[in-house]
């Protein structure tokens, strides 16, 4: 019996031996960061090495990361606004603090690069604070905050071979922002809260070993593998549409539409055969819904209704895509035939 393939990198990736081990050991330093014996030293000393190979891979300042639960704490930040304007296209956890109102926004929030479609857009100038969520560009296409005009962004560890429950928020130099959780004053001020060491030491050693991985051309490997999987399934799928297809994308994610078959049949089609994909965004609780990204990009319900997403990762290879192709293929000829 073959073993299952895991496509859906975009909701989660798998983690990476190097933040394991980097875990495993910060479990030992038994000190508090915020204790000024040795024990805490030495544990403060893990949070501060993390926090320099996190700048690192988002291109910032050590002291401009602040460490979080996850981007969706992180977004958080917003709350302490007034109007803020989110771009339609943006993840759930930065839309929910969209308040539109009168007069220039105070914040203006959007992803660099869309968690159901990949496409990757560049900021604009404009009135108001930038905040930016990074989460799935990290460590994936090359870009740096610093370059960016940017004036916060959030990002998730898990995203990039790291533990889930631990982000981080970044912070311009000068910028001055509400204190995500008042208390002891940990993080600069901003985040108060023991620090989940073990968490933060795997973060840094996903963000430094993702980065060594972007530079040395693992992703454009990747891309040659998500376009021979589009090449194959348009071939017999004429009538799917690839989103973004012309357009600057992630390099490892197609979401693509065949009207009149669901989204949610396909997934639970390509689960039972073997194969892990996704209907779109993971982080809505388990929920199924039609995509208020595809809508905003101009698709209609039953168009939108019907998207994929397949998101592949380093360890893809290209059996597993040939596999997925035949796969769900087979699916989309009996589609195919209970339509006729």
Not at 105 to 111: L, N, Y
Not at 180 to 204: D, H, K, V, Y
Not at 258 to 266: A, D, H, I, L, N
Request: hydrophobic share 45%.
């Amino acid at each position: 019996m073959r073993s299952r393939v895991y496509l859906d990198y975009n909701a989660t990736a798998p983690l990476r031996a190097e933040a394991r081990a980097a875990m495993i050991a910060a479990l030992d330093v038994v000190g508090n960061p915020s204790s000024v014996h040795g024990e805490g030293r030495a544990a403060k000393a893990l949070v501060e090495r993390a926090r320099a190979q996190v700048a690192a891979a988002v291109g910032c300042k050590p002291q401009e990361v602040v460490f979080t639960s996850g981007a969706t704490e992180a977004a958080r930040v917003l709350a302490g606004y007034g109007r803020v304007e989110v771009d339609p296209t943006a993840h759930d956890a930065i839309w929910a603090h969209h308040r539109p109102g009168e007069g220039a926004p105070q914040v203006r929030a959007m992803g660099l690069a869309n968690s159901e479609t990949g496409v990757i857009t560049e900021p604009e100038a404009g009135a108001g604070l930038l905040l930016l969520d990074v989460t799935q560009a990290v460590g994936r296409v090359p870009f740096s905050f610093a370059w960016l005009g940017a004036d916060l962004a959030v990002l998730s560890a898990h995203k990039l071979g790291g533990p889930k429950g631990v982000g981080a928020l970044i912070v311009r130099q000068g910028v001055d922002i509400p204190a995500l959780s008042l208390g002891g004053g940990q993080e600069m001020g901003r985040r108060s809260g023991t620090e989940n060491i073990p968490g933060i030491a795997g973060f840094g050693a996903a963000a430094e070993a993702a980065q060594r991985d972007l530079e040395q051309g693992v992703w454009r490997r990747v891309e040659k593998l998500r376009n021979i999987l589009e090449r194959r399934l348009e071939h017999s799928a004429n009538e799917t549409i690839f989103v973004g297809k012309s357009v600057p994308r992630l390099p490892n994610t197609s979401c693509f539409l065949t009207p009149g078959w669901k989204g949610e049949t396909q997934v639970m089609a390509m689960d039972l055969a073997g194969f892990a994909v996704s209907a779109g965004s993971a982080c809505s609780s388990g929920k199924v819904k039609t995509s208020r990204v595809l809508r905003a990009m101009g698709f209609d319900d039953a168009q939108a209704a019907s998207a994929v997403r397949v998101s592949l990762g380093p360890e893809t290879t290209e059996d597993e895509i040939d596999r997925f192709a035949a796969a769900w293929l087979a699916q989309y000829e009996k589609f195919r035939a209970r339509a006729a």
